[in-house]
Every structure is written in C-alpha cells, then in structure tokens.
C-alpha cells in the first residue's frame, strides 16, 4: 500500500505517552486524510498506537517493525 506521506515523525527515544501525545499534536495540525509516518522505540507504542486510532477514528494504515523501531502509518479522519 503506497500512501503519500504528508508528515514524517521521529520520535525514537521518547518514551510513553510522549510518542502519542506528539503524535496527536501533529494529527491536530492536519487536514483530513493527511498520512502521518511515525517512528518509535517504545515498545509500549505498539499497543498505544493501536487503541488510540481505535478511538480517535484516525485510520492505522500500517504498523510495521525495523530492528528495534516501530512504524506507524496513519491517516487522519
């Protein structure tokens, strides 16, 4: 699935709820259907990502692994 990333976030080193809570910041600056790419190091991230699009409505388009980084995709209701 090839999405236009819109805004790219390295976020690795900070750990919870700093990844989502920057995240969030991010996704409140933009416009509907933006993509955001977010890479994180807290393995707590995972699980945070995926209850938060759970219930913000923004889309998890993709949640992928790199070593010891976690990459979210998502899209912004």
Same mark, same amino acid.
């Given at each position: 699935? $090839? ?5 790219e ?7 919870? +709820?700093? +990844?989502? !809570?920057?995240? %969030?910041?991010? !996704? $409140? ?7 955001? %790419?977010?890479? @994180?190091?807290? +393995? @707590?991230?995972? %699980?945070? #990502?995926? /209850? #938060?699009?759970?219930?913000?409505? $923004? ?10 980084? #976690?990459? #979210? /995709?998502l %899209?912004?209701?």
């Open positions: 699935m $090839n999405q236009v990333i819109t805004v976030l390295d976020l690795s080193g900070l750990t919870c +709820p700093m +990844p989502l !809570l920057k995240t %969030r910041q991010a !996704l $409140n600056k933009m416009a509907s259907g933006d993509v955001v %790419r977010v890479v @994180a190091t807290d +393995p @707590a991230s995972e %699980r945070d #990502f995926k /209850v #938060f699009a759970d219930q913000s409505g $923004n889309q998890l388009l993709s949640v992928d692994r790199a070593g010891s980084s #976690f990459i #979210f /995709v %899209r912004k209701s």
